[in-house]
C-alpha cells in the first residue's frame, strides 16, 4: 500500500511558477512510476506528466511541454512537478498517482494504469 500526499498548490499570476510535490510512504518507491494528473471543474481528469522508475524517461501532454517538469527523488520518496509560464487554463486539481502495473511512459497516460492516487491540490491561475 502506498499513500501519497500531494502540497505546494495555491494562487499565482498568469506566468508565474509554482512547484508541486508528492510525497510518498512506503519502502518501494523506487519501484513505481509516477504520474501527474490534473482536473479542472467540469471537465475530466487529463494527464499531465509521467515519469519512469529510471527517471531518464518523462512524457507530457502537448499543452504543458517546455513550461512543466516532472522529476523524482527516490531517496526522499518524493516526485515534483515544476510549472513555469503558468495560464489560466491550468487551474485546477492537480493529483500524483503511482503505478506499477505499466512501466512505459508513453502509456502512462491513462487514468486505469495507476494503482494509487493523492487526494489533490488545488493549483489557481488568475489572469
Known amino acids: 500500500q502506498v499513500q501519497l500526499v500531494e502540497s505546494g498548490g495555491g494562487l499565482v499570476q498568469a506566468g508565474g511558477s509554482l512547484r508541486l510535490s508528492c510525497a510518498a510512504s512506503?519502502?518501494?518507491?523506487?519501484?513505481?512510476?509516477m504520474g501527474w494528473f490534473r482536473q479542472a471543474p467540469g471537465k475530466e481528469r487529463e494527464f499531465v506528466a509521467a515519469?519512469?522508475?529510471?527517471?531518464?524517461?518523462?512524457n507530457y501532454t502537448d499543452s504543458v511541454k517546455g513550461r512543466f517538469i516532472i522529476s523524482r527523488d527516490n531517496a526522499k520518496n518524493t516526485v515534483y512537478l515544476q510549472m513555469n509560464s503558468l495560464k489560466p487554463e491550468d487551474t485546477a486539481v492537480y493529483y500524483c498517482?503511482?503505478?506499477?502495473?505499466?512501466?512505459?511512459?508513453?502509456?502512462?497516460?491513462?487514468?486505469?494504469?495507476?494503482?494509487?492516487w493523492g487526494q489533490g491540490t488545488q493549483v489557481t491561475v488568475s489572469s
Open positions: 498517482a503511482a503505478g506499477y502495473t505499466v512501466q512505459a511512459v508513453g502509456v502512462l497516460t491513462i487514468p486505469r494504469f495507476y494503482n494509487y
Open positions: 512506503g519502502r518501494t518507491f523506487s519501484s513505481y512510476c
Open positions: 515519469i519512469s522508475r529510471n527517471p531518464g524517461s518523462t
